[in-house]
Nanobody
Framework: QVQLVESGGGLVQPGGSLRLSCAAS????????VAWFRQVPGEEHEGISC????????YYADSVKGRFTVSVDRAKNSVHLQLRRLKPEDTAVYFC?????????????????????WGQGTQVTVSS
C-alpha cells in the first residue's frame, strides 16, 4: 500500500525553524520526484519545492528560495524540508507528493496536477 506521511509541523515564532519529514511506505522513493506543496484555506496548492531523488535535482519557488532546503534520507525512505527564517505568511498546511520519474527522469516540477500520491498534510503556524 502506497503511503506518504508528513510530520514535523507545529507552531513557531517568526524567524524560527522547523523540519518537515515525508516518510514513504509501500514503495521506494528512488525513482520518484517528491514535491512539497502548501495550502491555506480558500486557495490553491502552492508548489514550493521538489527534488528528484535519483539525481538530487532540486527546485524552489521564489517565495521560499534561500530559506527552505529539501533533502533525501535514503536510509529512511524519506524526504525532508528544512524551513528557516519562517514568516507569518508561511503559515499553511504542508503536503508532500510523489511523481514517478523512472530511470531516465532527471528533473522535477512543483505542479500539483503532475503528482499522483499525496500525504495528509501537516500544519505549520508561524505566529508570535
Amino acid at each position: 500500500q502506497v503511503q506518504l506521511v508528513e510530520s514535523g509541523g507545529g507552531l513557531v515564532q517568526p524567524g524560527g525553524s522547523l523540519r518537515l519529514s515525508c516518510a514513504a511506505s509501500g514503495f521506494s522513493l528512488d525513482l520518484y520526484a517528491v514535491a512539497w506543496f502548501r495550502q491555506v484555506p480558500g486557495e490553491e496548492h502552492e508548489g514550493i519545492s521538489c527534488i528528484n531523488v535519483r539525481n538530487q535535482y532540486t527546485y524552489y519557488a521564489d517565495s521560499v528560495k534561500g530559506r527552505f532546503t529539501v533533502s533525501v534520507d535514503r536510509a529512511k525512505n524519506s524526504v525532508h524540508l528544512q524551513l528557516r527564517r519562517l514568516k507569518p505568511e508561511d503559515t499553511a498546511v504542508y503536503f508532500c507528493a510523489v511523481d514517478w520519474q523512472g530511470p531516465l527522469g532527471s528533473e522535477c516540477t512543483a505542479r500539483a496536477d503532475e503528482y499522483t500520491y499525496w500525504g495528509q498534510g501537516t500544519q505549520v503556524t508561524v505566529s508570535s
